[in-house]
């Protein structure tokens, strides 16, 4: 399975942080799936870090290098992406994360994610651990 991790994921996997829930856990370390990461949780990573937000003090560059060597593949931000993201509903106003779930409508990729208002989006390939 193709598994897009939300930003949140990313980081508690990388920090290897008890707030990663089991099942995610066991999603990640599982070989058959391969495992993506968007430029667009970089990108939030490197703003929220830069305003002070506590759940983002991680080197966005550091993250990157790690989740390449650990095998993760880099999925960049396309039109598409962008296309997707805005038809979607309003239940969720974070930009990062509306394109997250039209990455992952666009590319056929399940989200995986720990977000309450992500997981409203019953439509799109998304999976809440």
Not at 10 to 30: K, Q, S, T, V, Y
Not at 34 to 53: C, D, P, Q
């Amino acid at each position: 399975m193709k598994l897009l991790l939300d930003t949140h994921l990313l980081i508690w996997a990388a920090e290897d942080n008890p707030a990663l829930p089991g099942a995610a856990r066991e999603l990640i370390e599982d070989t058959d799936n391969t495992l993506y990461f968007s430029v667009a949780s970089i990108w939030e990573i490197v703003i929220k870090s830069a305003l002070g937000r506590d759940d983002f003090q991680v080197d966005a560059r550091v993250l990157r290098r790690g989740l390449l060597d650990a095998g993760y593949e880099e999925l960049s931000i396309e039109s598409q992406h962008a296309f997707e993201g805005g038809t979607l509903p309003p239940l969720h106003k974070d930009p990062f994360d509306r394109i997250l779930v039209g990455q992952a409508i666009a590319e056929g990729i399940v989200l995986l994610t720990h977000d309450d208002l992500i997981r409203q989006y019953n439509f799109a390939p998304v999976r809440y651990v």
